[in-house]
């Protein structure tokens, strides 16, 4: 059973920067991918970010390009997420979602497996 557990989630004025990590667990992820989503009180959940484990490959979305960075720990079964220049916007409810690859996918209903989630919150 695949297992993803998120952390890194906190406070954090506009400008500043969180890393959070989801750490996958249950299988062999190579031909699986990762992604980020968010969820902030009254709206639906939103896709960030794209990650392949194999290749590495990533996309972003465009509220968050230039400034969030997806990356992989092979070693570890961990994917990152590296947020920089945060705005007030980006509150939320981050979730680490894990799916079979089958190309670049933003759909929510498309990654079988997610975790718990994190509450980011940035203050203006």
């Known amino acids: 059973q695949v297992q993803l557990v998120e952390s890194g989630g906190g406070l954090v004025q506009a400008g500043g920067s969180l890393r959070l990590s989801c750490a996958a667990s249950?299988?062999?992820?190579?031909?699986?991918?990762l992604a980020w989503f968010r969820q902030a009180p009254g709206k639906e959940r939103e896709f960030v970010a794209f990650?392949?484990?194999?290749?590495?490959?990533?996309y972003y979305a465009d509220s968050v390009k230039g400034r969030f960075i997806i990356s992989r720990d092979n070693t570890k079964n961990t994917v990152y997420l590296q947020m920089n220049s945060l705005k007030p916007e980006d509150t939320a409810v981050y979730y680490c979602a894990c799916g079979v690859y089958l190309g670049i996918t933003t759909r929510p209903g498309f990654y079988a497996y997610w975790g718990q989630g994190t509450q980011v919150t940035v203050s203006s």
């Open positions: 990650l392949s484990w194999s290749a590495g490959t990533t």
């Open positions: 249950g299988r062999t992820f190579s031909n699986y991918a």
